[in-house]
T-cell receptor, first 112, second 117 residues
Framework: DADVTQTPRNRITKTGKRIMLECSQT?????MYWYRQDPGLGLRLIYY???????NKGEISDGYSVSRQAQAKFSLSLESAIPNQTALYFC???????????FGQGTRLTVV | DAKTTQPPSMDCAEGRAANLPCNHS???????VYWYRQIHSQGPQYIIH???NNETNEMASLIITEDRKSSTLILPHATLRDTAVYYC??????????????????FGTGTRLTVIP
């Protein structure tokens, strides 16, 4: 089983719809992250959470919200999806400041 | 976190060493250098990291210059499966629980390495 699991893996949704991307991890780590990736732009940080009670905005948080339901679960929501939120989304987790991050396999979201 | 500069693309012959450079001239004393790679739309994969000493693991070696303003990731015997985008990241460890902006992984656009048969 994967250390970091994202669901769904692919999703097509209509403009204005609410959608939630889910992430769960089995590493037992406190830190979790959501990134989006667009062609030619690398990965950009949307939100990050250092523990269940500590959630912070990243570089591009506008239009997104998150929920840390438990240490192992970190979900990303688009309250009203728009076409420029079409991207590949990655969830990640890490243990401490100086250890590696583990990434999920990504969710490909298309907003039409 | 310090900004990094990498060449957009590189080629390497299969079986040869791949040397991927990274400039991080504004790196601070407490910032680590991390390398990740991403194979075609999969999740990024950790490779190696270091502070000031050279590091080696089963995947690669990391050479950091004495002034720490640049580093090189070395894949000693590149294979076709090493074709990927390689990201160099510098990252500070968080000091206090209330400190903001730290301990993020800021990815740039990376270097696209193509291993040629």
């Amino acid at each position: 089983d994967a250390d970091v699991t994202q669901t769904p893996r692919n999703r097509i949704t209509k403009t204005g719809k609410r959608i939630m991307l889910e992430c769960s991890q089995t590493k037992g780590h406190d830190r979790m992250y959501w990134y989006r990736q667009d062609p030619g732009l690398g990965l950009r940080l949307i939100y990050y959470s250092f523990d269940v009670k500590d959630i912070n905005k990243g570089e591009i948080s506008d239009g997104y919200s998150v929920s840390r339901q438990a240490q192992a679960k970190f979900s990303l929501s688009l309250e009203s999806a728009i076409p420029n939120q079409t991207a590949l989304y990655f969830c990640a987790t890490s243990d401490t400041d100086r250890t590696e991050a583990f990434f999920g396999q990504g969710t490909r979201l298309t907003v039409v | 976190d310090a900004k990094t500069t990498q060449p957009p693309s590189m080629d390497c012959a299969e079986g040869r060493a791949a040397n991927l450079p990274c400039n991080h001239s504004t790196i601070s004393g407490n910032e680590y250098v991390y390398w990740y790679r991403q194979i075609h739309s999969q999740g990024p994969q950790y490779i190696i990291h270091g502070l000031k000493n050279n590091e080696t693991n089963e995947m690669a070696s990391l050479i950091i210059t004495e002034d720490r303003k640049s580093s090189t990731l070395i894949l000693p015997h590149a294979t076709l499966r090493d074709t990927a985008v390689y990201y160099c990241i510098v990252r500070v460890g968080r000091v206090a629980i209330t400190q903001t902006g730290a301990n993020n992984l800021f990815f740039g656009t990376g270097t696209r390495l193509t291993v040629i048969p």
